[in-house]
């Protein structure tokens, strides 16, 4: 550390990421996503017993399906843990409300792809394979939003992929309905017949499971953009 500056500037600043045990700026960057996710992780275990707790993973499941980056299950899977006796009672919040969202990225895809839905396709960098994936999307749309709706990759891409490229409405609506029921009922299931024994297990691989899910997400976007 090391003292310079004057006027607001003046403070204590880092020479030397080693200095504070970082072997660099990426060991510190993890550390930091880290935190975050671990912070976010025991927030809603505290918070998952208060009454309007439905109504934030509500919130959250609507919002990830059409412009949100954080996946629901991150706030699913404490509040399940904190709660198991309302296991599939929040799978099916998950479930209603991310299908809702979705209808909301189906229409921004429709109606407001060049407004809106361009801006939140370029957050994942994948406006150049736009091109690319309509031809996938003519003959695999609906596997596509089943398999994308079950898995990590953000579904407010399908979402307004599925408006963009006028996959039909019902479709669209029943393989969401089918995808995101699947995804959250089996992590409620699982998570209501080995609840502790899960619970121990993030507790003490809560490391690894963040760095795994970040993998699979930025690795799913990458396969996409590969096709």
């Given at each position: 550390?090391?003292?310079?500056?004057?006027?607001?500037?003046?403070?204590?600043?880092?020479?030397?990421?080693?200095?504070?045990?970082?072997?660099?700026?990426?060991?510190?960057?993890?550390?930091?996503?880290?935190?975050?996710?671990?912070?976010?992780?025991?927030?809603?275990?505290?918070?998952?017993?208060?009454?309007?707790?439905?109504?934030?993973?509500?919130?959250?499941?609507?919002?990830?399906?059409?412009?949100?980056?954080?996946?629901?299950?991150?706030?699913l899977i404490p509040m399940v843990?904190?709660?198991?006796?309302?296991?599939?009672f929040y799978a099916l919040v998950?479930?209603?409300?991310?299908?809702?969202?979705?209808?909301?990225?189906?229409?921004?895809?429709?109606?407001?792809?060049?407004?809106?839905?361009?801006?939140?396709?370029?957050?994942?960098?994948?406006?150049?394979?736009?091109?690319?994936?309509?031809?996938?999307?003519?003959?695999?749309?609906?596997?596509?939003?089943?398999?994308?709706?079950?898995?990590?990759?953000?579904?407010?891409?399908?979402?307004?992929?599925?408006?963009?490229?006028?996959?039909?409405?019902?479709?669209?609506?029943?393989?969401?309905?089918?995808?995101?029921?699947?995804?959250?009922?089996?992590?409620?299931?699982?998570?209501?017949?080995?609840?502790?024994?899960?619970?121990?297990?993030?507790?003490?691989?809560?490391?690894f499971l963040t760095i795994l899910?970040?993998?699979?997400?930025?690795?799913?976007?990458?396969?996409?953009?590969?096709?």
């Amino acid at each position: 550390w090391e003292y310079g500056g004057t006027g607001r500037r003046a403070g204590f600043k880092i020479r030397s990421l080693r200095w504070c045990g970082f072997d660099s700026l990426y060991s510190y960057q993890k550390i930091c996503v880290m935190k975050i996710f671990r912070n976010l992780y025991e927030w809603t275990l505290t918070k998952s017993s208060h009454k309007k707790a439905p109504w934030f993973l509500s919130i959250i499941s609507f919002s990830e399906s059409s412009f949100f980056p954080i996946p629901p299950d991150i706030i699913l899977i404490p509040m399940v843990l904190a709660k198991k006796t309302k296991a599939f009672f929040y799978a099916l919040v998950c479930t209603l409300s991310s299908v809702l969202g979705g209808v909301l990225g189906y229409f921004i895809g429709l109606i407001l792809f060049n407004s809106i839905g361009i801006i939140l396709i370029n957050i994942y960098h994948l406006n150049d394979s736009i091109n690319e994936f309509k031809n996938y999307y003519n003959l695999y749309g609906p596997w596509i939003v089943v398999i994308a709706g079950f898995t990590p990759f953000p579904f407010k891409v399908i979402t307004i992929a599925s408006g963009l490229f006028q996959l039909n409405f019902i479709i669209f609506i029943l393989c969401s309905f089918l995808s995101r029921g699947a995804r959250f009922y089996l992590v409620a299931g699982l998570l209501y017949l080995y609840g502790e024994k899960i619970r121990i297990f993030i507790d003490r691989y809560f490391n690894f499971l963040t760095i795994l899910f970040l993998v699979l997400l930025i690795g799913s976007i990458l396969f996409i953009k590969l096709l």
